[in-house]
C-alpha cells in the first residue's frame, strides 16, 4: 500500500507492507535512524516518536495508522544546525551517557512541553514513564526537561 504522512515539515510518500511497523518505515524506508529499537513491544519508549502531539512507540505502530499524519523524530528537533533547547538542557544537565535512550526521551519531553510549557515534577515523572534508561538515574534527565521548562 501507498502511504502519505509529513515528517520533520516534509511531506512523503512510501509503499509498505500493510502491517509494516512505523519504526521500520522510519528507519528503512525513510532512513531516520536517530528513532532507535530497544524491546520491540512497546515498553522501553527507545522508539518514541511524536504523531500529532502525542507520544507513540513506533515498534507497536501501524504505519497504515499514520495516513495523514505530522511526525516528529528525533532528526526533526534541530534546526539549521541548531540544537533544539530540550536537545541543549539534556547535555548542559548531563543527562546523555549511552545516549540509547536520548531521542525517545527528548521526544516525550517535548511531548510535555508543548502541552504543558510549565510542568509540575509529578507532570515530568508521568511523561517520562513511558521511556527507560539505564545509565543516568533519571535524576539529570528530569532536571535537563525542568532547565528546558524555564528557558522557554
Ligand atoms: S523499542 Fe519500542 S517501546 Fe521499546
Ligand atoms: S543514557 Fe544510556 S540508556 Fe539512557
Redesign the pocket.
Same mark, same amino acid.
Do not use: M, P
Given at each position: 500500500m501507498r502511504i502519505s504522512f509529513k515528517i520533520n515539515g516534509k511531506k512523503v510518500a512510501v509503499d509498505v507492507a500493510p502491517e509494516a511497523r512505523l519504526?521500520d518505515v522510519i528507519r528503512d524506508n525513510l532512513g531516520l535512524t536517530g528513532t $532507535? %529499537? =530497544? @524491546? *520491540? $513491544? =512497546? %515498553? @522501553? =519508549?527507545? @522508539? *518514541?516518536v511524536i504523531v500529532d502531539g502525542e507520544i507513540v512507540? *513506533? @515498534?507497536?505502530f501501524p504505519v497504515s495508522q499514520a495516513e495523514g499524519c505530522d511526525i516528529i523524530t528525533i532528526e526533526g528537533m534541530s534546526k539549521g544546525g541548531k540544537l533544539h533547547p530540550i536537545q541543549k538542557a539534556f547535555i548542559e544537565e548531563g543527562a546523555v551517557q549511552c545516549g540509547f535512550c536520548t531521542p525517545g526521551m527528548v521526544l516525550a519531553a517535548k511531548a510535555l512541553l508543548d502541552k504543558k510549557p510549565h510542568p509540575s515534577d509529578e507532570d515530568i515523572k508521568e511523561a517520562l514513564s =513511558?521511556n527507560l534508561c539505564r545509565c543516568t538515574g533519571y535524576t539529570k534527565i528530569k532536571n535537563a526537561v525542568k532547565k528546558a521548562a524555564k528557558k522557554r
Open positions: 519504526l $532507535k %529499537e =530497544g @524491546c *520491540s $513491544k =512497546g %515498553e @522501553c =519508549g527507545a @522508539c *518514541s512507540d *513506533s @515498534c507497536i =513511558g
